[in-house]
């Protein structure tokens, strides 16, 4: 998978650098022949994080025109190529973005900077879609407490953004939402609140107020009022966050019943954990209260069960099915619930027979 590289083979004045870290490299992937390390440990962490997925990509990326073709056959070759090199960022951002879903923050970074790199060379060195990079490369360092790295990151990308005249709302929504977890993970909490309620308000201003990109604003300014002690504002925000999710999810399995299909997968991996971490943790909260409230409880339960389903875990939407089941018993005002929680369990065991 790799060779020593000769110095002798290099043109005049080029020196390879490693993929990570920039430094002479000294190992070269056998592959592709276009990826360099500066040692094995890099190789290795490189190879698990995104290049075994992109090396063949790389291959046809790197392969030129072929010698005295027509100019328009060039032209064509380029265009092709250009197209490669968008799969390529893409593939990167949603790799970097399943890790960090993951929590696995080591194996983001490299997967993150090949992002950041090919963004760079398809769009410039100052284009705003750099920003997603720098926020995924900053959340990275947040997980693993390089938090002055993170500060670097989220400046370029504050630093973008200024420099981009009606910037969406999308990207000051996720600027502010990871500028919060850096503050936040500073234990300045007045300014983490801010920066959260400003990516509510853009994040509102471009899905909507009660949609599921907005509720995890309010599910990251709850974890900040219980670290000030401050258990009921939190209480209040996660009955908000729950809420949203769940009227989400119903209406996803509504559209699923009516059309009488099988559900696709209507959540792509990172989303579908995401979401799992936040409502289980929303759960914990529930049952771990002075005065829990089973009807909530029920709720989460029958939001994970769908959550699953839609992502065709059957064993898993069984599991909190079963658990919403026990959870609803003895409550009288919830029969359209009680309703969808059968319908639920009837479908989810259906596909395991």
């Not at 022949?33 to 790389?58: G, M």
């Not at 060379?121 to 993170?150: D, F, H, K, W």
Request: charged letters at 20%.
């Amino acid at each position: 998978m790799s060779a020593t590289i000769n110095p002798l083979a290099n043109p005049k004045g080029v020196k390879k650098l490693c993929e990570l870290c920039q430094k002479p490299a000294k190992l070269q992937c056998t592959k592709c022949l276009v990826t360099f390390y500066c040692n094995s440990d890099h190789q290795h962490a490189d190879w698990a994080s995104i290049h075994e997925k992109v090396c063949p990509l790389l291959v046809s990326i790197h392969t030129p025109a072929p010698f005295g073709t027509l100019e328009s056959d060039r032209e064509h070759h380029h265009k092709e190529t250009l197209k490669k090199q968008k799969h390529l960022v893409e593939m990167a951002h949603l790799e970097s973005q399943r890790w960090v879903s993951k929590k696995r923050f080591q194996d983001v970074l490299p997967a993150a900077l090949l992002f950041l790199r090919w963004a760079m060379r398809l769009y410039g060195s100052c284009a705003v879609e750099l920003v997603p990079a720098y926020l995924l490369l900053a959340q990275a360092n947040i997980g693993l407490g390089s938090l002055s790295q993170a500060h670097e990151y989220l400046s370029k990308a504050e630093w973008t953004v200024m420099k981009t005249p009606g910037c969406s709302h999308t990207v000051l929504h996720q600027l502010h939402r990871t500028l919060g977890r850096l503050h936040a993970a500073m234990g300045k909490y007045t300014s983490a609140l801010t920066h959260f309620a400003n990516d509510v308000y853009y994040a509102s201003e471009m899905f909507g107020l009660g949609s599921t990109v907005t509720s995890g604003g309010y599910f990251l300014m709850a974890d900040v009022f219980l670290k000030q002690n401050k258990p009921d504002i939190a209480h209040s925000l996660y009955t908000e966050v729950a809420n949203s999710w769940h009227t989400h999810l119903c209406k996803l399995m509504d559209g699923i019943s009516q059309s009488g299909t099988h559900p696709e997968k209507c959540f792509d991996e990172a989303q579908c954990v995401e979401a799992d971490q936040m409502l289980g943790c929303i759960l914990e909260f529930e049952e771990q209260c002075v005065k829990p409230r089973p009807d909530q409880s029920a709720m989460l339960a029958h939001s994970l069960a769908m959550l699953w389903l839609l992502c065709n875990n059957y064993t898993k939407a069984l599991e909190y099915g079963k658990k919403a089941e026990v959870l609803i018993q003895g409550l009288s005002e919830q029969n359209r619930l009680r309703e969808s929680i059968h319908n639920l369990l009837q479908h989810a065991g259906k596909q395991l027979e």
